[in-house]
């Protein structure tokens, strides 16, 4: 599996259309739009995921932002969440550039894989359980393709799915960790997951996450990666592209 079926069930997320409130609500916000904004097209509907279908690690959010994701149709693209996790992932190796504004900027993500909880931007960025229950296929198809040695769970609710595909899988056994900044957990096979604060406004602004806290997150994932590429076989599907391919992103 690779990059045809990425991209197949890329175009399946975007056509998903399960949750009317969601939908609604996206096609909303594309037509009123923000007054910042009022001269760009909005995507407006279920966002795909970004990134390597290889990757080593995928990190899960919560949900597309209104104006970010909704308006540019890229995961954390062209709002204040975004610009810190691509400064991030900029520093720790996993991108290509810092910025991330448009599908044409140019950013390619390296051994790194990003999707969501729930793939429509929810009304004040809490989606119901229902709709989250409806957006789980997505995460577990997307788990199956691309079969992550490290998961990265943005925020409590994205640690809550996070934790419980990887329960369903069997990744998981013993008491359920409470989400924390910086707390993992030690997965079969060599996996890890780990959770963090999500770079929100509310979260950044008032200093509950800063970028050395975020930037630790990352180089952490660096080392288990690292840890993990010394004791898995040279076979290993996940280290076969030893992190230098790139994928073309789709949008």
Not at 75 to 104: H, I, K, P, V
Request: hydrophobic fraction near 35%; glycine fraction near 10%; charge should be positive.
């Amino acid at each position: 599996m690779g990059l045809n079926h990425w991209n197949l069930l890329n175009r399946d997320i975007t056509a998903c259309a399960s949750c009317p409130r969601l939908v609604a609500h996206c096609h909303e916000i594309a037509s009123t739009k923000k007054k910042a904004f009022r001269h760009f097209n909005y995507w407006g509907r279920s966002v795909p995921n970004f990134g390597d279908p290889q990757a080593k690690l995928l990190i899960v959010g919560l949900a597309p932002g209104a104006h970010g994701a909704n308006r540019t149709g890229r995961m954390f693209t062209g709002d204040r969440s975004g610009e810190w996790l691509y400064r991030a992932l900029f520093r720790a190796g996993f991108s290509n550039q810092a910025d991330s504004t448009s599908c044409e900027d140019g950013l390619e993500l390296r051994d790194c894989a990003i999707t969501a909880i729930c793939h429509c931007a929810p009304p004040g960025n809490k989606p119901s359980r229902t709709e989250i229950s409806q957006c789980e296929p997505w995460l577990r198809k997307t788990i199956d393709l691309v079969d992550p040695q490290l998961v990265l769970a943005l925020g409590q609710i994205a640690w809550k799915g996070a934790l419980d595909e990887c329960l369903k899988r069997g990744w998981y056994e013993g008491r359920r960790p409470k989400f924390a900044h910086g707390v993992q957990a030690r997965l079969t096979n060599g996996r890890w997951l780990i959770g963090s604060y999500h770079p929100s406004q509310q979260n950044t602004f008032t200093g509950k996450l800063t970028e050395s806290m975020f930037d630790d997150i990352f180089n952490r994932a660096n080392r288990l990666l690292r840890r993990a590429d010394s004791t898995r076989s040279a076979g290993s599907s996940l280290t076969s592209h030893g992190g230098e391919l790139q994928w073309p992103s789709y949008c």
